[in-house]
């Protein structure tokens, strides 16, 4: 599963809290046939599990799998071809001249979005001059209601930042170049959105460098941003 995106082994094979205890107890008292055909059981119920996490995790079948170097090698490359909100297209070619932040979220998202954002500019805030050379990209996961416009005011507080939209078709597109999981969820008449929730460092390049967690240590974060920043001279 990749870095950030909801969801544990635990919740897909669908154990209930003390379920695994409770088996090594009933296991310990068995006798040794039936310590080994319970434990095969449990191995393939773990093997199923499994399966069904890897069949609903986003990206490549078995058969094409791909090293972990070659996936972030590609990171963020692709056709799509999205609107910004100072007007000019945002490509993969967008992430080139500058190191950049890259954030996935919508202008609805009721909190993580916003802490993230506000994470951000304490980032920003720590590091000082160095981040001025640092933009920041929030493209949105919901471009059914995240205009330029919408997009626009929600990102105009933060420093360097700019909002990214298009077409549902080409934000899709770029989903898929980042990586990033994306989901509608009905909520009553409306509906909010389910989407990966981390941030990801590409330097000027346009090259992936490495995601900074929901809410990771701020210290960890700027220290890490220090030691980059300074190398892109």
Known sequence: MAPGTAGTAGTVLGMAPGTALAMERETEMATPALRRLR????????????????ALMPGPAPETLVTEAQVTDTLGQGDYRLETT?????????????PSLVFFGFTHCPDVCPTTLGDIMGWQEDLGPLAEGLKVWFLTVDPERDSAE????????????????????EVQKALSAFRIYARKVP???????????????????????????????????????????????
């Open 39 to 54: 434990l095969a059981l449990w191995g393939l119920v773990l093997i199923t599990g499994l399966g069904a996490t890897w």
């Open 86 to 98: 100072t007007g000019a297209p945002f490509t993969q070619d967008s992430l080139t001249g500058q």
């Open 150 to 169: 919408v997009l626009r005011d929600y990102v105009s507080w933060l420093p360097g930042a700019v909002g990214v939209t298009g077409e549902a078709a």
């Open 187 to 233: 909520l009553g008449d409306s509906y909010s959105m389910d989407h990966s929730a981390y941030v990801m460092l590409f330097d000027a390049q346009g090259r992936y460098n490495q995601i900074f967690n929901y809410q990771e240590d701020p210290a960890q974060v700027t220290a890490k941003l220090r030691r980059f920043l300074e190398t892109q001279g």
